[in-house]
């Protein structure tokens, strides 16, 4: 992973997944390995850094729909009534307010990539917002197409799978349910935008190799390609040296 010093550009991938996930714990681990690695890494939250308008949202939820306000813990569950309200009339709001969102995607990813880190991940992205709509219906896929013409893809959009029922007792926020149709969705969305990296459910650790694995394979790898391209463009490129130094290879769970 060093070798992303040695190029200025700066990369961006993001989680996503059904809340409970556990996102936040693989995105803390990577950050910390990456730091240990020497690399300058940046975090931003999809909801407090990019998602606009998001006190009437949280009001909307709150007061119109009476759902509870904060984040479920096994201790203290609530039940939240916004993403998991599925009427046509919330749909033609989630669609401008994800436009919306997607605007600001394209500013705050230009921001982040001038930053000077060498890797800017983002907690959730727009994917997490398209995995609320109904994604069998034609009309809200050609929307979703539209959207992925307006913001840029990251380096890696790891999509973390889960149990629902482990999910909610890990954060109890929304019905069983909901969280079973929400996981379908993540898994349309998939197939649908192309590209995502799926980390199947396992254990924690398991989980913390698979992510690390493919951070390595693709960002090292992608790091290493440029530099041959550099050498070759300055001359410095001879037949024997076309052989990358590809990333170690995949470790094995224990």
Same mark, same amino acid.
């Given at each position: 992973?060093?070798?992303?010093?040695?190029?200025?550009? #700066?990369?961006?991938?993001?989680?996503?997944?059904?809340?409970?996930?556990?996102?936040?714990?693989?995105? $803390?681990?990577?950050?910390?390995?990456?730091?240990?690695?020497?690399?300058r890494v940046q975090l931003i939250s999809f909801w407090d850094d990019v998602a606009r308008l998001t006190g009437l949202r949280e009001a909307t939820g709150h007061?119109?729909?009476?759902?509870? $306000?904060?984040?479920?813990?096994?201790?203290?569950?609530?039940?939240?009534?916004?993403?998991? +309200? #599925?009427?046509?009339?919330? #749909?033609?709001?989630?669609?401008?307010?994800?436009? +919306?969102?997607?605007?600001?995607?394209?500013?705050?990813?230009?921001?982040?990539?001038?930053?000077?880190?060498?890797?800017?991940?983002?907690?959730?992205?727009?994917?997490?917002?398209?995995?609320?709509?109904?994604? @069998?219906?034609?009309?809200?896929?050609?929307?979703?197409?539209?959207?992925?013409?307006?913001?840029?893809?990251?380096?890696?959009? *790891?999509?973390?799978?889960?149990?629902?029922?482990?999910?909610?007792?890990?954060?109890?926020? *929304?019905?069983?349910?909901?969280? @079973?149709?929400n996981r379908q969705s993540y898994l349309t969305l998939s197939d649908l935008v192309g590209g995502m990296t799926m980390i199947p459910p396992m254990p924690i650790?398991?989980?913390?190799?698979?992510?690390?694995? @493919?951070?390595? $394979?693709?960002?090292?790898?992608?790091?290493?390609?440029?530099?041959? @391209?550099?050498?070759?463009?300055?001359?410095?490129?001879?037949?024997?040296?076309?052989?990358?130094?590809?990333?170690?290879?995949?470790?094995?769970?224990?």
């Amino acid at each position: 992973m060093r070798a992303l010093q040695k190029n200025s550009r #700066t990369r961006f991938l993001s989680f996503s997944g059904i809340d409970g996930s556990g996102k936040s714990t693989q995105i $803390k681990a990577l950050c910390a390995r990456l730091k240990q690695d020497g690399l300058r890494v940046q975090l931003i939250s999809f909801w407090d850094d990019v998602a606009r308008l998001t006190g009437l949202r949280e009001a909307t939820g709150h007061r119109i729909f009476k759902g509870d $306000k904060g984040v479920g813990a096994p201790a203290a569950p609530i039940n939240r009534r916004d993403k998991n +309200v #599925t009427s046509w009339p919330m #749909t033609g709001v989630r669609l401008f307010l994800y436009f +919306v969102d997607a605007v600001s995607v394209r500013f705050v990813v230009r921001k982040a990539l001038r930053s000077g880190a060498d890797l800017v991940i983002f907690d959730r992205y727009i994917y997490d917002e398209f995995a609320n709509l109904t994604l @069998h219906n034609p009309l809200i896929r050609a929307y979703v197409r539209l959207i992925m013409k307006i913001v840029p893809k990251p380096r890696i959009s *790891y999509l973390l799978d889960a149990d629902p029922v482990k999910a909610r007792a890990r954060k109890p926020e *929304y019905p069983l349910e909901f969280l @079973h149709s929400n996981r379908q969705s993540y898994l349309t969305l998939s197939d649908l935008v192309g590209g995502m990296t799926m980390i199947p459910p396992m254990p924690i650790e398991e989980v913390k190799r698979e992510v690390l694995y @493919h951070a390595q $394979k693709e960002l090292s790898f992608e790091a290493n390609q440029r530099d041959n @391209h550099e050498n070759m463009a300055c001359g410095e490129y001879s037949g024997d040296a076309a052989k990358l130094d590809r990333p170690q290879t995949r470790p094995a769970a224990s």
